[in-house]
């Protein structure tokens, strides 16, 4: 991919590093078929830009990709683990799904949001934290679940969201 590319408002995010990022994803598919590298490289460009992704990082990303702005927007908004509003330093990510419902995650919600002051899908006056529901993440053995920026915490009660809360720097 050529610097000629990049043609979107957030040029910036895509300096060297990440460049090199999304080219080693791309590099593993056949020629012409970018387009299976948009999660991935999603990932790659919302940890550049803060842990969110603006229109403007998506636009610039389908450029990057020469794959139309529609193929990125469909896939970043499908999926809870890409944000498209500004989020806090830490993602606390707590699942309701039926395994986590059935085992108390009711009660991990009303405690987070106590804890931290704020409803599900906002984040702290502070900016340190953003809470948000999501669907199973696949650990419903270890239900009532959260994840917390990409640690998996399990069989979750609030003295334990507690502990780990106050782990946080
Ligand atoms: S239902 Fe919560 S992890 Fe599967």
Sequence with gaps: MSDMQLTGAKEHLFNADVRQQIDSWVAKYPAGQS???????????????????SQSVMDALANYLSIPAISVYEVASFYTMFDLKPVGSH???VCTNISCMLNGSEE???????????????TTQDGRFTLKEVECLGACCGAPMMQLDRDY????????????LDGIK
């Design 35 to 53: 387009q299976s590298a948009v999660i991935p490289s999603l990932h790659i460009v919302q940890v550049a830009n803060d842990g969110w992704l």
């Design 108 to 122: 991990m919600v009303s405690h987070l949001e106590k804890r931290l002051g704020v409803k599900l899908g906002e």
């Design 91 to 93: 993602k606390v990510n």
């Design 153 to 164: 915490h399990e069989h979750l009660t609030t003295e334990k969201i507690d502990q780990i």
